[in-house]
């Protein structure tokens, strides 16, 4: 009965489950992709060396606080409340009704920098202090060692973290339903509460989520894969060919 059910569900509502996806993967993409420019901008600031002008380091100080805050925040808070307070206390203290999706993706983004402003940060600081001297060496500036130097190696190291960051978003979206997103999970519950048949129907939306994110993973190991390059590398032309002669004096 249960099989019957979930095809009879499926062919009766898939418009209602392919629009609930298609939103979730929406918010999930462009959240993700502005959370990590945030994050990227935050941790880049966050290892900024101090610099020798107090006016300077002055400032600096102010903005890793700011950051620090932020940071905290919002990775010490769940998602569900902040959807609640940005949703709502945006209208009660500044006035602005907000639209449910481009809330969703404001909470989304933020939340995801916070996160990833931490994994940029881990990431810089793991590439040797040696190449940040030889840049200097070289007359490169701190901005030029990170776009030149830093940053190409940390991309490539925080990729599966990113990717990672990506899943969870897919799957977190579900909690923005308390500000009235259609998203996977709220277009289940509507279609749960038309037919009661609450385990068919999420059952649905487990292999939908399931697929969302089982594609994206393969995407990004495809990606990571590319990244590496291939396993054997082979030189370019015919290899020196050197002789070694041993000479005994006599």
Known sequence: MSLEWIISIVSDNWPMFLRGAGITLLISIIGTIIGSVIGLLAGVIRTIPKPERATKRIFLKLIN?????????????PMIVQAMVIYY?????????MNAIMAAVFIVSINTGAYMAEIVRGGVISIEKGQF?????IGMNHIQTMLHVVLPQVIRNILPATGNQFIINIKDTSVLNVISVSELFFQTKSIAGNNFRYFESFFVACILYFVMTYTVTLILRYFERKLDGPENYSMIGQPAQVTLTNTKES
Request: aromatic share 14%.
């Open 89 to 97: 206390g945006s209208m009660l203290a500044f006035n602005i009704d």
């Open 65 to 77: 606080i700011i950051l620090s805050i932020y940071i905290e925040f919002f990775r010490g808070t």
């Open 133 to 137: 001297e030889a840049a200097q060496a």
